[in-house]
């Protein structure tokens, strides 16, 4: 679906959607009119805005990730926050001035650290669980997640321990004209807008370069995936969530794909930690806390395990009720503080969910071929995702 | 009771001699020799020897618990055996991986129809073949252009297949809802695109209505004609013996007899072994 073809006829584009794109799709407009308004309005203030799109799009690259291992293969990752984490240290100790270890690096330099340390830590925990039972890989997951956070925590002489590691360069640090692009913009002052003069100042040129940085880690993302997600070797992976010894007893190496699907999701997950450190600049072993595991869950299961636009779309929702819920003080007619309660109001949206909606808002909707081979891919009903999984009966 | 005690003793002396089975076939696919499985005290398999023969359909029967699933699932790897070999073609593939033994050309199918979430018919047909080369994630963005056309070639066959079986209108069915008898059929159709030599097919009739059975034997017997070996469990004893030759009969792990279905539907050891025992 290109742009073209909605702006040559968006009636059809339109009627061509499932039923869930053109709700998800009315969402999406009614919330970007609704914080367009925000902004206009001077509620929300423009470097904010940015700050919020640059996490929805942290927690959209978790979401992606998760899917690859979870949506595709149904293999279970309790251990979201551990590779985030190893991201952001990764890069984090590699660039950051307060580095014990090496420091001052390009954040580059830093982005690869990161990457290689999630693909060894992706391999050390995949090696003994992923020839087992899909539970063992959750059970040994879950423990991963600790004992990462642990060791971060009182490795001090390595990780700077509780007081984090400071100075991190922003993404850009070191590339020409990108480096200096905040300083050199203008102030420019929005005087037209009802809710008074807004002046756009260096804080916003920063947030708007990083939310470049997380569209381009987002978009070489969801490229790999997409072409990968319609390829037969997407679809080895699709066949081993739903039974891991057909495919084997057709002849593919479960174990192989399996890790790759593993290694791929973690790497994704570790970009976040790398857009991470490089937008808050400090990086906390609290960062690491499983909290942020079951946001990436909650988010995957939303947006349709197997679905790369539900895990966008997860991503972006989860942000909305976590920074949305803060606003929500403002309205004075409720007499109670809503912000603390917004884990309560996650967990409602998951009851809901699966009760009326266990496949997710925006499920694998189409026949999953390679692009170009079938001109005519039918739409698919909507299926669930939670069937039997391979192993558990071998008759 | 003493007819049927006289036949275990049979029973065990044919299985020490290794004669209950015709074992000299000129052309072997698929030797299982002296085969050994428990599951604690439960010997499953006990010392189970046969041969398959090139071009054949051979049947394999017994009565329930006579450990054909574990014999299944010995040979094409699922399980791993206490003591015996299987050959494929000569090649010792004894306790393989799976995978590796579908590489050396031996494909099972399941009791249970097995279902692919989220897929159509025709896209649970294309995980079938073996060794695409869009199944290595490198090369789908080094060469895009050799995936593109084997996945061109591979769709192609698998709807011809699909028409063979005349269920091409289900190609782009979803594949969890079509109906239990199109499932075998599917599954069916998706093995033979891993052009195996061999095709283990367990219980291919079970839970299939007569008229999807007869089209079943009628595409497992002109599948034969064009070069395909079958060894096929089946509970249904006319849909075995008409399809199945020879036919090699199990009881509690080990052979029984081999014999044509005329031989082995008049023998009394096989009667025994059904009714008493």
Do not use: C
């Not at chain 1, 969402?27 to 367009?36: A, D, K, Q």
């Amino acid at each position: 679906m290109s742009v073209r073809e909605i702006a040559d006829d968006p009636k059809a584009y339109w009627s061509g959607l499932t039923r869930a794109e053109q709700g998800v799709s009315g969402f999406i407009i009614g919330f970007v009119v609704l914080l367009v308004g925000g902004l206009f309005t001077g509620i929300l203030a423009p470097t904010y805005f940015l700050f919020l799109v640059g996490l929805a799009g942290m927690y959209s690259l978790l979401s992606l990730g998760l899917n690859v291992q979870w949506g595709y293969t149904g293999l279970i990752n309790f251990s979201v926050a551990a590779f985030f984490g190893i991201g952001a240290y990764g890069t984090a100790l590699a660039s950051a001035s307060s580095s014990p270890i090496a420091g001052n690096l390009a954040p580059v330099v830093g982005l690869l650290v990161a990457l290689a340390l999630a693909a060894i830590l992706a391999l050390l925990i995949g090696i003994p669980t992923l020839r087992l039972r899909a539970d063992y890989l959750a059970i040994a997951s879950i423990g991963l997640a600790e004992v990462v956070r642990i060791i971060i925590l009182n490795e001090e002489q390595v990780t700077n321990g509780s007081s984090g590691v400071r100075g991190i360069p922003a993404f850009f640090d070191g590339w020409p004209l990108l480096e200096t692009f905040p300083q050199t913009m203008p102030n420019i002052a929005v005087s037209w807008l009802p809710g008074g003069t807004v002046v756009l100042r260096q804080p916003f040129w920063s947030a708007l370069l990083n939310v470049v940085v997380v569209v381009s880690f987002i978009a070489a993302s969801y490229f790999v995936l997409r072409r990968a997600h319609r390829s037969p070797w997407g679809r080895v992976l699709r066949t081993i969530r739903s039974d891991e010894d057909l495919a084997r007893a057709l002849g593919k190496n479960t174990y192989r794909y399996k890790m790759q699907a593993f290694v791929l999701g973690s790497l994704i997950m570790a970009l976040a930690g790398v857009f991470y450190a490089h937008l808050n600049l400090f990086v906390a072993p609290g960062d690491l806390d499983p909290i942020t595991t079951f946001y990436v869950w909650v988010a995957v299961m939303l947006g349709g395990s197997g679905s790369n636009r539900g895990a966008l779309f997860g991503g972006f929702v989860i942000v909305a009720i976590r920074e949305g819920t803060r606003f929500l003080n403002a309205f004075e007619f409720i007499p109670f503080d809503i912000a603390p309660l917004r884990l309560l109001l996650i967990g409602v949206i998951i009851v809901l969910l699966m009760r009326f909606r266990p496949q997710g808002v925006l499920p694998p909707q189409r026949e999953l071929i390679w692009p170009s081979v079938v001109d005519d891919a039918p739409e698919q009903p909507d299926s669930g995702v939670r069937g039997a999984k391979a192993g558990e009966n071998d008759d | 009771m003493t007819d049927s005690q006289a036949s275990q003793v049979a029973n065990s002396d044919s299985s020490s001699e290794e004669v209950a089975a015709n074992m000299d076939k000129e052309n072997v696919v698929l030797r299982v020799d002296d085969l050994v499985k428990s599951f604690g005290a439960l010997v499953a398999t006990d010392h189970a020897t046969f041969e398959v023969e090139r071009g054949t359909i051979t049947g394999l029967i017994g009565p329930n618990g006579a450990g054909k699933s574990t014999l299944f699932n010995l040979i094409s790897g699922f399980y791993e055996s206490d003591a015996g070999r299987v050959e494929v073609n000569g090649t010792d593939v004894t306790d393989m991986e799976p995978y590796d033994i579908a590489d050396h050309g031996l494909i099972r199918t399941f009791q249970t129809p097995r279902k692919l979430e989220g897929m159509t018919v025709r896209e649970a047909m294309l995980v079938g073949p073996r060794e695409q080369p869009g199944e290595s994630f490198i090369k789908l963005f080094t060469d895009p252009e050799s995936v593109r056309q084997r996945e061109q070639q591979n769709l192609d066959d698998a709807e011809q297949i699909l028409e063979d079986f005349e269920i091409d209108h289900l190609a782009t069915q979803p594949a969890t809802k079509i109906s239990g008898g199109q499932l075998k059929l599917v599954e069916l159709a998706r093995a033979m695109l891993a052009e195996p030599e061999i095709l283990l097919l367990d219980e291919p009739a079970a839970g299939v209505n007569p008229t999807l059975r007869n089209k079943l034997a009628e595409q497992i017997r002109r599948l034969n004609e064009q070069g395909t070996t079958f060894l096929l469990i089946e509970h249904d004893m006319e849909f075995v013996m008409s399809l199945a030759d020879p036919v090699i009969v199990l009881d509690r792990g080990h052979v029984l007899m081999e014999g044509t279905p005329d031989e082995v539907q008049n023998d009394e050891r096989v009667i025994d072994a059904y009714l008493g025992g």
